[in-house]
């Protein structure tokens, strides 16, 4: 992308019929540090790559709690991302003060998309800077959506967002139709195995990482440091060898499975195209 | 000249009585289940107390549908202070919150009567006493309710320290146990039960200590 003309204000279109500050916002998103969600039947897994500035300050914080059943993970503008989690977070406590019950995690994204588009049509106004990967359950199953800065929103199996997150798309693109079915343990494993793939290389420890799970009988948490660490170490004590299928060895993370109930899953696409002018999709 | 008054209030008084007792290491928080409206009963069996953070409970009595709206106020506004502050609010943090929550319903209040009881940061049992408006005092034992005229004199002769000129300053603590002070909270309300009509039906009793929280039922007269 390159500087044109048409790309000062978001309320601008170029003569191409693309909003470029909303595609600058996009690339916003790119240049964040990795993202990456993934999903069972009965499951939603967020990881993310936490990388301190220098070693005297503290990690990023990317992924947030917004209710016991929703959780969020973030790359891109973290201050946005932080501000819209206190959005998502107020939404669902007011819907359990007028309902008594949770707010469904397909409303919470509309409203999340609503609230985008707003910062795409009003001249005083910027898209927000961040890409935000939200992982819920709720009555109709486990989900995991992906809310861009242009107002669009889509459903996955597993999406990864952020600087190199193609390199986990290839590994979860491979490994996708496996997650409907897996268990707690596998998906945690394949989660860290596509966050490994982000990191070109460099040695995936805990104190970089964030990993965080949902799940039937399981509210939204964040998984402490030396469960992860557990964790990486059993696989590449293990010889660098992705986890199988459900046939998979029982699970030996601390953690208990529960046993859920196993909720017909909605029907969802695969990772996103990224040729075309991303509001296009 | 004389006034005309309105034919139709917004209040309602759904009767009841609720007590809570500190100790060193548990609190105890009790209410009666009696829902009444003027000489009749609603129902015998409405729990007045509500579990507002971990270690922290309130028994409220008066309007149940305002008792009702303050309880789910507090408990989303908990929720906030628990995602900003990544940890359950403290007993005396919670105390001041309602204080602030009834106050700033001054001039159309909250018609509650409340008593909240907890533990407070080194795990000591805490109770902290209210008006509808939101004057707070902490206390080692206090009553709210229709039955607290009965029930109160009786918890300052079992429980109130001696005159503070004789004796160095105590504890706002009950040197009871937790099985004396929940059979005291029983005795309180079996009492309170045969002269007032607005208590009675069943006791239910929520002890909060360093285990958690559990509850306790007691049948009352239903008369």
Redesign the interface.
Known sequence: MFRNQYDTDVTTWSPAGRLFQVEYAMEAVKQGSAAIGLRSKTHVVLASVNKANSELSSHQKKIF?VDDHIGVAIAGLTADGRVLS?YM??EC??Y??SYESKLPVGRLVVQLADKAQVCTQRSWKRPYGVGLLVGGLDESGAHLYYNCPSGNYFEYQAFAIGSRSQAAKTYMERKFETFAESSRENLIKDALFALRETLQGEKLTSTICTVAVVGIGEAFHILDKETVQALINEFEIAGEEAPANEAAPEDQGGDAQPGGDVQPGAADQGPADEGVAPMDI | MTKEHANWSPYDNNGGTCVAIAGAEYCVVAADTRMSSGYNILTRDYSKIAQLADKCSMASSGFQADVRALQKHLEARHLIYQHQHNKQMSTPAMAQLLSNTLYYKRFFPYYAFNVLGGLDSQGKGCVFTYDAVGSYERVGYSSQGSGSTLIMPFLDNQLKSPSPLLLPAKDAVTPLSESEAIDLVKTCFASATERDIYTGDKLEIVILNAEGIRREYMELRKD
Do not use: D, L, V
């Open positions: 709690k206190r977070r107020s406590i007011n359990s003060y």
